[in-house]
């Protein structure tokens, strides 16, 4: 099967700052993949051009067979990519349940005639419920978004995503901010989405216990660069990604 995801070349600078460079890799069907590289790295810039926040100044990226250098992240959302965040992205002021439903209710009008409006807003409502229970945020549904603890907050981010229905998932960061407890609760969390969705995964982390637990392959960048790709193992025992990045972590 040919790659759902593959960046060829992709360079962006902001001014005199080189941010990506060279980047070319391969997203295979179904995979659960990390990023990972230091503060500054460029992993949210890449995911910004992946998702069409950003255009990449040289290079191309093809989504299912298809180009989508430069399209907007409307289009790329319209295509299957869905995108939950560093800083999450909720509507504070709305419900849970709305948070999602307004997504799913979004995917739904892509595909239907505005006189379905009753029956698709039912739908959507059903969708979203079942997208909260996964998450186990479903006791939360009538709660104003901004009332939920933080790590609650990060995983609505990631119901939105879920509510586009998309085949290629990424997250930025999803455990940031969270007790080991709760980072725990999402590593195990982001494994059940994954099979249970049935997602091709990236996500962009800098707690290894997460990435080194539950990636089957990581990626590392380092000043924009692509420095490694490997399995689990590779990574952990590669000697310039020791001494670029993980040493501090590992010793
Ligand atoms: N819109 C922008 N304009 C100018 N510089 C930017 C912009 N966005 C990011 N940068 C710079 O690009 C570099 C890469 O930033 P980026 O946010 O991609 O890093 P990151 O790997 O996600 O880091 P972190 O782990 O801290 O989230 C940084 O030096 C950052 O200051
Ligand atoms: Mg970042």
Redesign the pocket.
């Known amino acids: 099967m040919d790659p759902v995801l593959i960046l060829d070349g992709l360079e962006k600078a902001?001014?005199g700052?080189q941010?990506t460079s060279a980047m070319s890799f391969s997203v295979e069907q179904g995979q659960l993949s990390a990023i990972i590289?230091?503060?500054?790295?460029?992993?949210?810039?890449?995911f910004?051009q992946i998702t069409g926040y950003?255009k990449p100044d040289r290079g191309r990226i093809t989504f299912y067979g298809e180009e989508i250098t430069g399209l907007t992240t409307e289009q790329i959302v319209a295509r299957g990519m869905g995108r939950a965040f560093?800083i999450t992205s909720i509507f504070p002021e709305e419900t849970v349940l709305d948070n999602v439903r307004v997504a799913c209710l979004s995917k739904l009008n892509q595909t239907r005639r505005p006189l379905k409006a009753v029956s698709s807003f039912k739908e959507a409502t059903d969708k979203a419920y079942a997208i909260l229970e996964s998450l186990g945020l479903k006791n939360h549904s009538d709660r104003l978004a901004f009332e939920l603890a933080h790590g609650d907050q990060k995983l609505l981010d990631i119901g939105m995503a879920l509510g586009l229905e998309p085949k290629l998932l990424l997250l930025?960061?999803p455990t940031s901010g969270m007790s080991p407890e709760e980072r725990q609760l999402t590593r195990d969390l982001i494994k059940k989405l994954w099979k249970e969705f049935n997602l091709t995964m990236m996500f962009?982390e800098?707690d290894m216990d997460t990435v080194f637990g539950i990636a089957q392959v990581v990626r590392v960048?380092h000043q924009?660069r692509l420095l490694a790709e490997g399995t689990p193992d590779e990574i952990h025992n590669n000697p310039e990604v020791i001494s670029a990045y993980l040493g501090e972590d590992l010793q």
Do not use: R, W
């Not at 590289?37 to 890449?46: I, Q, R, S």
């Open positions: 902001f001014g700052l941010v590289g230091p503060n500054g790295a460029g992993k949210t810039t890449l910004n950003l560093q930025d960061e962009i800098h960048l924009g």
